[in-house]
């Protein structure tokens, strides 16, 4: 596709209840980035995938939360026995590269956890 | 870990006058400085970025200036219009990970 497409777009769960959250980057992209961005405030790292190796995710909040990307495109951010604190918008973006590069973020999944 | 700092949280400027967000950065090793620019309801866009080996970067009424010595980085908006109304987001990169500011809310009163 021409961007970066998350869904779904809305979530609404209750407290208890896993959730996955689907990204699928630009075309080509090597790079794959999970955030979190609760509202009024900055996309906050959760982790990051070179094809489909993860490379990083020290920013995953805790164990409840694991992310993959099998075949180095597509990938799934997973939320396990979800919280109420888990609800925010989740953002996934693409890049062409790993090193000083424009991210490029998908529309976001707004999850909301009753 | 890297933390990147922003102010103003909150910024209300008249049509035409400019704006300044400063930003401040913790890690001497980052290297790379976009800004974001977020539309109400929208996802974060690039606007312009800038690179550990250039201290200003300009385009149209857009610039950016960074000091590595002070790790201080800021945008520059002139001639503001109600179209530059959003959320603006300055980032830090060190290798694959960027790191956000918490942004700055501008105002374009017209």
């Known amino acids: 596709g021409a961007g970066v497409s998350q869904s779904p777009r809305y979530k609404v769960t209750k407290r208890g209840q896993d959730v996955a959250l689907r990204c699928d980057p630009i075309s080509g992209h090597v790079s794959l980035y999970w955030y979190r961005q609760a509202l009024g405030q900055g996309p906050e790292f959760l982790t990051y995938f070179n094809y489909e190796a993860q490379q990083d995710k020290s920013g995953l909040p805790n164990d409840r939360f694991s992310a993959e990307r099998p075949e180095g495109s597509i990938s799934t951010l997973t939320i396990q026995r979800t919280e109420q604190r888990d609800s925010a918008m989740y953002r996934c973006?693409?890049?062409?590269?790993?090193?000083?590069?424009?991210?490029?973020f998908g529309e976001g999944s707004r999850l909301t956890v009753l | 870990g890297e933390n990147v700092e922003q102010h103003p949280s909150t910024l209300s400027v008249q049509e035409g006058d400019s704006a300044v967000i400063k930003c401040t950065y913790s890690?001497?090793?980052?290297?790379?400085f976009p800004w974001y620019k977020q539309e109400l309801g929208k996802r974060p866009q690039l606007i312009i970025d800038?690179?550990?080996?250039?201290g200003e970067k300009k385009d149209q009424r857009i610039a950016v200036t960074l000091n590595k010595t002070a790790k201080h980085f800021s945008l520059h908006i002139t001639e503001t219009q109600p179209e530059d109304s959003a959320v603006y987001f300055c980032?830090?990169?060190?290798?694959?990970?960027?790191?956000f500011g918490a942004g700055t809310r501008l105002f374009v009163k017209a």
């Open positions: 973006a693409s890049s062409d590269s790993s090193n000083t590069g424009e991210l490029f």
């Open positions: 980032a830090s990169q060190k290798g694959f990970k960027t790191i």
């Open positions: 800038i690179r550990s080996n250039v």
């Open positions: 890690d001497s090793a980052s290297n790379y």
